[in-house]
């Protein structure tokens, strides 16, 4: 030792920090995982973690941190470079927000004039690519910023530019970027739909021809899928789906929806389902579900199936192994379906399950009711299995309406300025 003697007191305290369990492996974050986007890296809202909890203890997962200045709305969070991104409303100004993992503030900037019409507050999920988040407020200002400081890096006013024309509940695309492009739908006269540069915001490319039939933007967010040799843009204006040419921006093809009879409410909230040349879009308010089969040459889309209970308000649909989950929109009282993708024929239903927003994770899905309750599902080939629930805090009378997150063995769940994060990890052997 040196020549050096322990006393007797300093043996003690030795054995004693020895003797102290070490931290628990479920409590450390990964740094690694990543979830940049809505909806994650493909926009299909599945994880690809594993190793997991099968089952909650009662009350509910460990709660590991809550953050409570998240400012007023429904932003999602996105998780990259170990770093967690969200925005909300702090009086008459939007902000992005950045944690560290440990839910520890590291910086806001702002992002235009808050939303004080129908449903005030924050929409939208800002996305990450190459260090830079990409974001877009209710009001349509579309902005640029570095992801390790907040620093501004371009805005763009889609009204301004485009004429952006929205509904009574504001603009809520989550942009979505590739390669060099980050694409938006203004549903203005000037652009219908727009590609800028993503490093400038400069317009490469604007569709006008849409907006002569006077579509206006809806609710939703896009996805691109590769289809009969042409790399598309998918997504749903107020009153159609419609594919658009990542290169060139033309249309495609495209498909009223709702279905050209229906006579309620216009809601298209949701993000498309792709998969082999099949569509599924669905809308609240008995506007129904429908599956479209895209014709090889691209000419139009077919309907394969429609059901009106499958009317998914905004709560997210998810394609697991040729099976549909989501919930009907709680007017039409349907509950939680488990549906046959290519045939629609409903495999399960739980009218118990209610209205809830949904992510899907090593062979759960995680559902968050509107209302607080928490539900873990577990997915079968025949439908699902309720296996846990609890009820998450209730610090305001706002719903919760923003989708639940899974990453690095964490659930993030959002409520209005609250963000809780709970440790979803089963033990570690």
Known sequence: MNGHVLTPAALILILLFAALPAPSPAAEP??????????????????TETGLLKRWPEGGPELLWTFDDCGGGYSGVAVAEGKIFTAGDFDEQEMLITLDLDGKLLWKSPNGKSWTGAEPGS?????????????????????????????ELWAVD???????RYGVWAMAENVIVDGDRVFCLPGGSQGFA??????????????????????????????????GGVRQLITLSD?????????????????????????????????????DGHVFVTGGHKAGGVLLKVRPDLSGADVV???????????????????LYGCGCRLSRKGFFCVDFLTGEVLQNDPALGKVSITYADGMLYCVDHKGP??????????????????????????????????????YVRHDRWLYCYDVRAEQP
């Not at 996305?127 to 902005?143: C, E, I, K, Q, S």
């Not at 889609?158 to 952006?164: I, M, P, Q, Y």
């Not at 009223?256 to 993000?271: G, S």
Request: proline share 7%; net charge positive.
């Open 374 to 411: 928490m539900s873990l599902l577990r997915a079968k080939p025949d439908g699902f299995q309720l296996v846990s629930r609890f009820d998450l805090p209730k610090n305001s009378d706002g719903l919760y309406l923003c989708h639940p997150v899974v990453c690095g063995g964490r659930l």
């Open 30 to 47: 990964k740094a690694e995982a990543a979830w940049p986007e809505f909806h994650g890296p493909k926009r299909d809202n599945i994880s």
């Open 158 to 164: 889609l009204k301004e530019r485009f004429n952006a």
């Open 239 to 275: 009153r159609r789906v419609v594919a658009l040419e990542v290169e060139t921006g033309r249309m495609v093809w495209s498909h009223p929806f709702p279905l050209p009879d229906y006579r309620r409410f216009f809601q298209n909230t949701n993000t498309p389902v792709f998969q």
């Open 123 to 151: 929409r939208t999920t800002p996305t990450y690519r190459d260090g830079v988040l990409y974001h877009m407020n209710p009001r349509g200002r579309l902005a640029a910023y570095r992801a390790g400081d907040g620093k």
């Open 305 to 323: 199936w429609y059901k009106e209970s499958f009317d998914n308000c905004h709560g997210s649909v998810i394609l697991i192994d040729g099976r």
């Open 194 to 227: 727009a590609a800028l540069d993503k490093r400038t915001g400069k317009t490469l490319w604007a569709n006008k021809e849409m907006a002569r039939d006077f579509d206006r933007a809806a609710y939703g967010s896009p996805v691109l899928a590769e289809y």
